[in-house]
């Protein structure tokens, strides 16, 4: 076994031994001594791998991303790529679903502060958005929509006058990285309002699982579902999307 060899196999055996520490304890669980005393090795050995703790938790959130956008991947594979209302459905139920399932993953990548720009959706920051694995898969499906057809969006000078300089580094970062994405949206289609109806829709859908991974509910809820379904539905209809597709 050569020594790169070796190296990786520990590289992957320490994110591994993370991975176990933040789904059995948390992410304040995953501490650099934490994992030098479950692999029985010393922590100053593991800046052999990582520059600093934030490093390798950097790491381990794209790990989680790279999970996440496997199964959104998977379950767009059982779709027509014309089914662009049912692909927004299936990244949208997805998104819960993987949640629900991996609250710690969950409170690692959409709930704990970061100084990085890893954490997975993009978001209006500009050129530090970054493009990771679920952000390619949720702007892939965002641009096939557009690209299909002109949504039902606000005027730009609708946008509230506050938004428009940040609305204006999210659109070109989301033209930039939809096009990277392998899918040609006409840039008209993309104005301000539509990247303000993309924010809303974001905040919108990470509220609603938000509040049912933490069980924040203002009072208590027997059946999520048919809420989350309720709202999915809204979002599409406001857009000028239904079950059928675009809707005039």
Same mark, same amino acid.
């Given at each position: 076994?050569?020594?790169?060899?070796?190296?990786? +196999?520990?590289?992957?055996?320490?994110?591994?031994?993370?991975? &176990?520490?933040?789904?059995?304890?948390?992410?304040?669980?995953?501490?650099?001594?934490?994992?030098?005393?479950?692999?029985?090795?010393?922590?100053?050995?593991?800046?052999?791998?990582?520059?600093?703790? +934030?490093?390798?938790?950097?790491?381990?959130?794209?790990?989680?991303?790279?999970?996440?956008?496997?199964?959104?991947?998977?379950?767009?594979?059982?779709?027509?790529?014309?089914?662009?209302?049912?692909?927004?459905?299936?990244?949208?139920?997805?998104?819960?679903?993987?949640?629900?399932?991996?609250?710690?993953?969950?409170?690692?990548?959409?709930?704990?502060?970061?100084?990085?720009?890893?954490?997975?959706?993009?978001?209006?920051?500009?050129?530090?958005?970054?493009?990771?694995?679920?952000?390619?898969?949720?702007?892939?499906?965002? =641009?096939?929509?557009?690209?299909? =057809?002109?949504?039902?969006?606000?005027?730009?000078?609708?946008?509230?006058?506050?938004?428009?300089?940040?609305?204006?580094?999210?659109?070109?970062?989301?033209?930039?990285?939809?096009?990277?994405?392998?899918?040609?949206?006409?840039?008209?289609?993309?104005?301000?309002?539509?990247?303000?109806?993309? @924010?809303? &829709?974001?905040?919108?859908?990470?509220?609603?699982?938000?509040?049912?991974? /933490?069980?924040? /509910?203002?009072?208590?809820?027997?059946?999520?579902?048919? @809420?989350?379904?309720?709202?999915?539905?809204?979002? @599409?209809?406001?857009?000028? @999307? =239904?079950?059928?597709?675009?809707?005039?």
């Amino acid at each position: 076994m050569t020594q790169a060899t070796r190296r990786a +196999d520990t590289d992957r055996a320490i994110r591994a031994q993370a991975r &176990a520490l933040l789904v059995r304890d948390g992410p304040q669980a995953v501490t650099l001594r934490a994992i030098a005393r479950e692999m029985g090795i010393t922590a100053p050995a593991l800046y052999r791998y990582y520059a600093s703790h +934030d490093d390798l938790i950097e790491h381990l959130r794209a790990d989680v991303c790279e999970d996440l956008a496997g199964e959104l991947a998977r379950d767009l594979a059982e779709l027509s790529e014309d089914d662009r209302t049912g692909q927004v459905m299936a990244v949208c139920r997805g998104f819960r679903r993987w949640a629900l399932a991996h609250p710690q993953e969950f409170v690692l990548v959409f709930a704990s502060p970061s100084e990085a720009t890893s954490n997975c959706p993009a978001g209006p920051n500009g050129a530090d958005v970054p493009m990771d694995s679920f952000g390619r898969i949720f702007l892939s499906v965002a =641009g096939g929509v557009l690209a299909s =057809g002109p949504l039902v969006v606000p005027q730009d000078r609708d946008v509230p006058p506050s938004l428009a300089a940040d609305l204006t580094a999210f659109r070109g970062e989301l033209l930039r990285v939809i096009a990277e994405s392998g899918v040609e949206v006409p840039e008209e289609r993309l104005g301000l309002g539509t990247a303000y109806v993309m @924010l809303q &829709a974001w905040v919108r859908l990470y509220g609603q699982v938000a509040l049912e991974v /933490f069980g924040q /509910f203002p009072f208590p809820v027997t059946d999520p579902e048919p @809420l989350f379904e309720s709202m999915l539905a809204d979002l @599409l209809r406001e857009v000028g @999307l =239904g079950e059928d597709g675009f809707h005039e």
